[in-house]
């Protein structure tokens, strides 16, 4: 394996995911679809299989041993969540069923409390379908107006106009931190500033964020941050809201069913306190375990290291793509994570997708739920290679000279 700048022993790390050792059409996987869910270390593996195996009861609800070691553990999880992203309290972690469910919660409570008819909601053009619609849905029942950040060629968001969409009438900007799509990484630092001192709220989606780069909720100064555990080497089914502690409390609940409540008469219902407040009935318990190992495993090797290998990933193969005829890159942000949109004059990405697909490679096709972003650029959908840090250089040249072969086919 070829030695990198960083201190980064991939070789080792991958003797930690058990699926990169499979084989895909007689071929070794080749992993490049980490911007749709990332792999799964056996650390976390084990978590789930011990959890199932020794330890499975529910939370919060009764005395028993079990039952009581089940809640220790997950709110300890809800610890390690909460230093991860240096909130300032562990009960501005809610956990959620990913981003999607994170940013439904915000557009029904915050929405209830906070919008009315007339008022304003910035997005970007390049956000996910999931923080597109439930703001459509808000605006359409609130008969609120949803504006949208436009974009530059290289897919920069135009902060200018960010600037000019802003007003007293601005109640939520809500923007993802990096782009899915376009691997662009958001200034979302000074977008906060910017709409704070417009007096807005700000909801980050941080989806695409989290597993790449250093997030520090108190240092962005953002309300809300929403992302999902999946993407981040955790399971499916989980993800955190991070909230601020005093907006939480002043918003309505989410959904009612048990847990969110202090007591229940037929006359009158008083919530929990938070977080419960927003975890109404049994939650993905496994999950949240598997999140914190999942966190635990990303600490080991340390964030600003994964940061720098992804980085130097990206750069190779960006070079790489770049000297074969005809590919275009969609997505040339100055500030970009790891991800490599790209499209083959003449081909539909789908046909490159499937012929590697045979060469045991799996990368993403599509609009990646980023239709409207897919009409910025009038562009069907692209090819999309995202990369986690167990890829390698060696994996990204057998890609490269697929690609080749796939073109060659294809032209
Ligand atoms: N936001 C971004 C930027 C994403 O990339 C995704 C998933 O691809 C989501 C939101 C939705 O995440 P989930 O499906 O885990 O809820």
């Not at 700048?5 to 084989?23: A, C, G, S, W």
């Not at 562990?90 to 409570?109: D, K, Q, W, Y």
């Not at 609130?142 to 200018?160: F, H, R, S």
Request: net charge neutral; aromatic share 8%.
């Amino acid at each position: 394996m070829e030695a990198t700048t960083y201190k980064l022993n991939v070789e080792e790390i991958r003797k930690d995911f058990p699926i990169l050792h499979r084989q895909v059409n007689g071929k070794p996987l080749i992993y490049f679809d980490n911007g749709a869910t990332s792999q799964k270390p056996r650390q976390v593996i084990d978590v789930i299989n011990r959890y199932y195996q020794h330890e499975n009861s529910n939370i919060h609800r009764g005395i028993h041993t079990l039952s009581q070691e089940a809640t220790d553990a997950y709110e300890k999880a809800r610890k390690t969540i909460q230093q991860f992203i240096n909130a300032q309290h562990h009960h501005e972690v809610i956990f959620t069923s990913g981003t999607t469910g994170s940013v439904n919660l915000v557009a029904s409570s915050f929405g209830k409390k906070h919008i009315q008819a007339g008022d304003e909601i910035i997005i970007s053009t390049m956000e996910h379908h999931s923080n597109i619609v439930p703001w459509q849905m808000l605006c359409e029942e609130k008969k609120a107006i949803l504006k949208v950040i436009p974009i530059n060629d290289k897919g920069e968001l135009l902060m200018e106009e960010f600037k000019r969409l802003l007003s007293p009438k601005t109640k939520l900007v809500t923007v993802t931190h990096v782009s899915n799509t376009l691997g662009t990484i958001n200034p979302v630092k000074e977008i906060i500033k910017l709409a704070k001192a417009a007096g807005a709220f700000v909801l980050i989606d941080g989806a695409q964020a989290v597993p790449h780069t250093k997030v520090d909720v108190q240092e962005l100064d953002c309300d809300f941050y929403a992302f999902s555990g999946h993407k981040m080497f955790g399971p499916t089914g989980v993800g955190i809201l991070y909230g601020k502690e005093a907006i939480l409390n002043e918003l309505p609940p989410y959904q009612g069913g048990g847990d969110m409540i202090k007591t229940v008469t037929f006359e009158k219902t008083t919530y929990n306190e938070l977080p419960h407040k927003f975890e109404a009935g049994t939650p993905n318990i496994v999950g949240g375990l598997g999140l914190a190992a999942a966190i635990d495993y990303m600490n080991k090797i340390g964030i600003t290291n994964i940061e720098a290998y992804e980085h130097e990933l990206l750069n190779y193969a960006t070079e790489k793509i770049k000297k074969i005829e005809g590919v275009r890159i969609i997505g040339e942000a100055a500030n970009k994570a790891s991800v490599l949109s790209f499209l083959v004059d003449g081909i539909h990405p789908s046909d490159i997708g499937m012929i590697i697909d045979k060469l045991g490679i799996a990368i993403r096709t599509g609009h990646h739920c980023t239709e409207p972003l897919m009409n910025r650029f009038d562009i069907p959908g692209t090819a999309r290679a995202s990369f986690a840090f167990y890829n390698t250089k060696e994996e990204i040249d057998t890609f490269i000279l697929a690609l080749e072969r796939a073109l060659k086919m294809l032209l």
